[in-house]
């Protein structure tokens, strides 16, 4: 089965790769999408459009999520690092991959997709807890979404998920969750019964940091999954274990193994 889930996610990267190599020829001017020049499409994966307006809100949430760690990079600064083209690769990425889970018949269903919803606090209301239209609208606006892409975007994570806890799972490791929310992944930081964790580093929206910091404070190892490469940790965590997507399967592997055994690989 591990083989098979190798093979499989060699695929999908193979197929990322061989999409990077078409895209590359439609990218056009990336630096202008955030000067307010053109309206073309910057990419499109499997006919899902990547629009400079979500590459434009991909990094506006991410120096958001920045500031509240104390990380102030400004737009110009980011662009001027290239993290906005590290940041297409990361969407590119995470399309592709769920386009390849669809076609291997990995997916989430409806039910996933609103449990997922629910379980957002920002969406519920305040009094009685119970999921709120008005809210959910609210919570949509702040962070730029409609409510059709922010769906599928949730049911691209949960695809995404299900083939990571499999290799996880194949490699001999029990998976304690996964969480969905940091809420969720701060209370098994803080009192649940781990060896180590693997940790996107953005959860909805939601840094992954405060969790990470209640795991330092437990002395339980840990590795960062992003797109984003290090430019995107704070500088108490640059020198964590970090795999970069698209996930190379061998590489998390080693990288959970050397976490364990509290070394970091070569980068």
Not at 104 to 123: C, E, T
Not at 216 to 236: C, D, K, N, S
Request: hydrophobic letters at 45%; charged letters at 20%.
């Amino acid at each position: 089965m591990l083989a098979q889930l190798r093979n499989m996610t060699r695929g999908w990267i193979a197929y990322v790769l061989l999409f990077l190599l078409t895209v590359a020829f439609a990218i056009w001017g990336v630096n202008d999408v955030f000067s307010g020049v053109g309206s073309r499409d910057v990419a499109s994966v499997d006919g899902r459009s990547i629009s400079p307006a979500q590459l434009s809100r991909e990094l506006e949430l991410t120096l958001r999520g920045q500031r509240e760690q104390g990380v102030n990079i400004t737009q110009q600064e980011a662009i001027d690092e290239g993290f906005h083209l590290r940041l297409l690769d990361g969407i590119i990425g995470r399309h592709a991959l769920y386009a390849y889970a669809r076609k291997i018949g990995v997916d989430a269903s409806n039910r996933m997709v609103a449990d997922r919803i629910r379980a957002i606090p920002a969406v519920n209301n305040p009094v009685t807890g119970t999921f709120d239209e008005t809210a959910y609208a609210q919570f949509l606006q702040q962070l730029r979404y409609n409510q059709p892409e922010f769906e599928e975007d949730v049911r691209g994570d949960l695809a995404r998920a299900m083939l990571l806890e499999s290799l996880i799972e194949e490699c001999g490791y029990s998976v304690a969750g996964p969480a969905a929310r940091v809420a969720a992944a701060l209370a098994l930081a803080e009192g649940g019964a781990l060896d180590a964790a693997v940790l996107d580093i953005n959860l909805a929206g939601e840094p992954i940091f405060p969790v990470a910091d209640a795991l330092a404070a437990r002395g339980i190892p840990f590795v960062f999954l992003t797109g984003y490469g290090r430019l995107g940790l704070p500088e108490r965590f640059r020198d964590r274990a970090v795999v970069e997507k698209p996930i190379d399967p061998d590489k998390l592997i080693a990288a959970m193994d050397a976490a364990l055994s509290r070394t970091v690989p070569s980068r």
